[in-house]
């Protein structure tokens, strides 16, 4: 007498849990990625309203920290050729936010100043970047937000991130 060996349960997966192809990246790293790139999208939405890009929202807070900074230590800041730091300010400087002062130490420099109409921008900026703020970690209670922050600089400083410098200056044309 012959048996049949066939088995008809079909075979059983390697893995248990989800499968990944459907529900897709699920790592910190990928969720970093996907906040960024969503929270960089609305805030360029909410300067656009004031008339600016992200990357003159860097500069103007940047020449406001340290007014008569050279355009040559913005760029060295920046990561930058100097001659980038030349287009970026042309354009603020074309708004009316930005002025050129030739620095008396050494007439070969232009010091970077806002104008009046800079520093009125810069506190609309900062309102909208609050509000901009709220709306994205309105999940999170006070407490909650510190310790989220307090991680991200942690991170940043391992990776060995400037400090209040965003890295996409670097890859503008």
């Known amino acids: 007498m012959a048996y049949d060996r066939r088995v008809d349960t079909p075979p059983q997966p390697?893995?248990?849990?989800?499968?990944?192809?459907?529900?897709?990246?699920?790592?910190?790293a990928f969720l970093l990625a996907q906040i960024g790139a969503h929270a960089a999208a609305r805030f360029a939405e909410r300067v656009g309203q004031l008339g600016l890009a992200p990357a003159d929202v860097g500069l103007l807070r940047m020449i406001a920290t340290q007014p008569g900074r050279s355009q040559r230590a913005?760029?060295?800041?920046?990561?930058?050729?100097?001659?980038?730091?030349?287009?970026?300010?042309?354009?603020?400087?074309g708004k009316d936010l930005v002025e050129r002062r030739r620095s008396a130490a050494d007439?070969?420099?232009?010091?970077?100043?806002?104008?009046?109409?800079g520093t009125r921008?810069?506190?609309?900026?900062?309102?909208?970047?609050?509000?901009?703020?709220?709306?994205?970690?309105?999940?999170?209670?006070?407490?909650?937000?510190?310790?989220?922050?307090?991680?991200?600089?942690r991170i940043a400083t391992e990776q060995g991130l400037t400090p209040g410098v965003h890295p996409g200056y670097r890859n503008r044309d």
Do not use: C
């Not at 390697?14 to 910190?28: E, F, K, N, V, Y």
């Not at 007439?107 to 109409?117: C, F, I």
């Open 14 to 28: 390697l893995t248990t849990g989800p499968d990944p192809a459907t529900t897709g990246p699920r790592g910190a």
């Open 74 to 93: 913005l760029a060295e800041d920046l990561g930058v050729v100097p001659s980038r730091v030349v287009t970026l300010i042309d354009n603020l400087e």
């Open 107 to 117: 007439r070969r420099n232009h010091e970077l100043h806002l104008t009046a109409e």
């Open 121 to 153: 921008t810069l506190g609309a900026v900062s309102r909208a970047a609050a509000a901009h703020e709220d709306a994205l970690l309105a999940a999170l209670d006070p407490e909650q937000r510190t310790h989220l922050s307090g991680l991200l600089a």
